[in-house]
């Protein structure tokens, strides 16, 4: 069964501490994996859509890179207003209409 | 601005009452989703639309139908609440030549 997991579930940073989120999945063929951001109250909002192994994308702080069997979200030197809630998803090479969503690790930064 | 606009964004229903979300988006997108998120579960997908006119069930479909009304309308509809359908609703919509979804800002709804 395919399957996402993200970790850690919740990760508490102070301001300038870098860290990574990881995010593991099984899919029987991955078209694309996606990171968003979701802010409380709020629908998530897209970030990064990585589509093969060894891609990287970069968005300010956040840099987002892919292997065969997980995905990593590097957040440098962050500053509370990173704190939020990041969901991963993959997206099925055989049904594009198909995205699992992983529970979301929820980074609070401290100034 | 453009995005997707979500109805209502708080509702409180008893167990057996119906109601209907409204979604609608504004950027010519063709495929359109609804989400349930719960607390530790992340997002299930319940219905989508690939294409205006076609409907399908994605992983947590029971106790929902949808309307693909035209390009821009999809709406969700619960005939009979129950307690287990107390979640927080989105709908998403997705164009292809972007990916990633463009989510709305959800419906809170609680059944009693």
């Known amino acids: 069964e395919d399957q996402v997991t993200q970790s850690p579930e919740a990760l508490r940073l102070q301001e300038g501490e870098s860290s990574s989120l990881n995010c593991s999945y099984t899919v029987s063929g991955l078209r694309g994996l996606f990171w968003y951001r979701q802010d409380p109250g709020k629908g998530p909002e897209f970030l990064f859509t990585l589509y093969s192994a060894g891609e990287e994308k970069e968005k300010e702080r956040l840099k987002a890179t892919l292997t065969k069997k997980e995905s990593f979200l590097h957040i440098t030197a962050p500053k509370p207003e990173d704190s939020a809630t990041y969901l991963c998803?993959?997206?099925?090479?055989?049904?594009?209409?198909?995205?699992?969503f992983g529970s979301g690790t929820k980074l609070n930064v401290k100034p | 601005n453009a995005g997707v606009t979500q109805t209502p964004k708080f509702q409180v229903l008893k167990t057996g009452q119906s109601m209907t979300l409204q979604c609608a988006q504004d950027m010519n997108h063709n495929s359109m989703y609804w989400y349930r998120q719960d607390p530790g579960m992340g997002l299930r997908l319940i219905y989508y639309s690939a294409s205006e006119g076609t409907t399908d069930k994605g992983e947590v479909p029971n106790g929902y139908n949808v309307s693909r009304l035209n390009k821009r309308e999809f709406s969700l509809r619960l005939e009979s609440a129950a307690p287990s359908q107390t979640s927080v609703y989105f709908c998403?919509?997705?164009?292809?030549?972007?990916?990633?979804?463009?989510f709305g800002s959800g419906t809170r709804l609680t059944v009693v």
């Open positions: 998403a919509s997705e164009s292809r030549d972007a990916y990633g979804y463009t």
């Open positions: 998803a993959v997206q099925e090479v055989y049904n594009f209409n198909k995205f699992y």
